[in-house]
């Protein structure tokens, strides 16, 4: 019989409905596989067993009565940069070190209201600003897959745990490529949706015309459950959309890929991608090709000037979001006795070298003399990407891509050389850019044995879109299923 850890959120949930299994023990499972394996794949930032516990007989007493919550039972992680009542939130950063939330987010709310059990928050980079996950203020999070290799990021937390089996899903959160590169890496099946369509509130800021959370699972399925929770307008959020939420799950299996058409932009198969990725990619593509979807090739023109646009709208954002954390309202306090030491003592001890790094640049950015320069004129070049989108889906349905140019790189690999880390989100960050849905599904694996992501594009609002043309495939694939040989 299926290990309760290598269940499905569907699969979990049609077992807690027949009372095959309870929520105690599905629960129970989890935290002794984290116990188990925590200490090599170091996903993890704070554990909740108890809260967990008590969740789980919580469910377990709904369903007893009548109840039956849409996630009732099931076990899930969050991203650390996801504000959770009364459970620590540090934005992997030194600086939050030790804050405890009076709120919940918005999307957690919805979540504990759905029947979630909290397993504990999970490591990224630090304000959610890297690649890889070894800029966390804490310690690096570790690839399941070969943990001599990075998981992805700054969701690489959430991408590990869910692959090892230490959660069942998660919520991750992307502001250039941040769910969608760990889901990659990790061979997960992750969605960023579109702006707007989640609530921000509760979401530590880093750039706030782009952040996004959403979910990262083991199956298409799981993801549609976990957006269903999720999705919908948020009166405590101004960006937030109010905007119909489909039945994603009840969509799956709705129409026929037959005259789908499927763009490929020629600008995101150029040099530089690893040819095992490639293949794979242009592999799946095939597939789609021999259900009767059509293959269409489209240019996406400005996409050579997305890295410049996302480094500085992004990082200016960041300047201005991270002002807060000073020792005096937020966070914490290295105390020099005048104001203006014990600010730049705080923001010395507490912010991380890429941190710095963004704030620096940000400011700059923003400053007197340069702001329409860099800022104003980024902005400018940001509508012109959004317009190539636009274009683009007046003539296709989706889009398709690799997630990034290569599989998982090793750790201290692009380390010295911050260009070479960003240029790891460089098929991702034209997306957040544009505001518009993107998903991450495997396709496949490298010669090494680790797992290759298919990036799936489509149009504003048309997360229902995404998650039916990813679950056709899925179907007819096995990647999904692989397991890492940590948990075998």
Not at 1 to 10: F, G, K, Q, S, V
Not at 26 to 37: K, Q, Y
Not at 101 to 106: E, M, V, W
Not at 381 to 387: A, P, S
Request: aromatic share 8%; with cysteine; hydrophobic share 40%.
């Amino acid at each position: 019989m299926t290990r309760l850890i290598d269940l499905t959120i569907t699969e979990a949930l049609a077992r807690l409905r027949a009372q095959d299994i309870s929520a105690v023990e599905l629960t129970e499972a989890h935290l002794a596989h984290i116990a188990a394996t925590e200490p090599t794949i170091q996903a993890f930032l704070a554990q909740t067993a108890d809260l967990a516990l008590a969740q789980a007989r919580a469910a377990d007493a709904a369903r007893a009565a009548g109840t039956d919550l849409p996630l009732g039972g099931i076990p899930l992680a969050i991203k650390d940069v996801l504000s959770t009542r009364g459970v620590a939130t540090t934005c992997g950063s030194r600086i939050l070190q030790g804050y405890i939330p009076p709120f919940d987010a918005t999307c957690i709310a919805r979540l504990s209201a759905a029947g979630m059990v909290l397993l504990g928050k999970l490591n990224c980079d630090e304000f959610a600003m890297g690649s890889s996950t070894e800029n966390s203020g804490y310690y690096p999070t570790r690839n399941p897959w070969d943990v001599g290799r990075v998981p992805g990021g700054s969701s690489g937390g959430s991408g590990a745990a869910v692959a090892a089996r230490m959660a069942m899903g998660s919520l991750g959160t992307d502001t250039g490529g941040s769910i969608r590169l760990p889901g990659s890496f990790c061979g997960l099946a992750a969605l960023k949706p579109s702006y707007g369509r989640v609530s921000r509130y509760g979401l530590v800021a880093y750039g706030s015309s782009l952040d996004q959370a959403g979910p990262m699972t083991r199956s298409v399925a799981d993801c549609a459950r976990l957006l269903q929770v999720i999705a919908g307008p948020d009166p405590l959020d101004a960006t937030s959309r109010n905007v119909p939420v489909p039945d994603y799950v009840a969509g799956l299996n709705a129409g026929t890929l037959k005259g789908l058409r499927i763009g490929l932009p020629r600008e995101y198969f150029g040099a530089g991608l690893q040819p095992d990725v490639e293949a794979a990619v242009r592999a799946a593509i095939a597939w789609y090709a021999s259900q009767g979807a059509e293959i269409h090739e489209i240019s996406l023109p400005h996409s050579e000037y997305s890295l410049a646009t996302y480094y500085i709208v992004a990082t200016s954002e960041a300047s201005a979001n991270l002002a807060k954390y000073d020792g005096i309202r937020f966070g914490a306090r290295v105390d020099q006795g005048d104001v203006i030491e014990t600010y730049k003592a705080t923001r010395g001890a507490g912010f991380g070298p890429e941190v710095k790094r963004r704030i620096m640049l940000g400011t700059y950015a923003l400053s007197a003399g340069y702001y329409d320069a860099w800022y104003g004129k980024a902005q400018a070049v940001r509508t012109l990407i959004r317009q190539d989108f636009e274009q683009a889906f007046a003539k296709v349905d989706v889009l398709m891509s690799a997630v990034s140019p290569t599989t998982a790189f090793k750790f201290g690999e692009h380390t010295a050389d911050p260009m070479q880390m960003y240029l790891a989100d460089i098929l991702t960050i034209s997306v957040n850019l544009a505001g518009i849905p993107g998903m991450s599904i495997p396709c496949g694996f490298d010669r090494d044995g680790l797992p290759i992501g298919l990036q799936i594009l489509a149009p504003a609002f048309k997360e229902d879109v995404l998650l039916r043309v990813a679950h056709a495939y899925e179907q007819a694939t096995d990647w999904h299923t692989r397991r890492p040989a940590l948990v075998q």
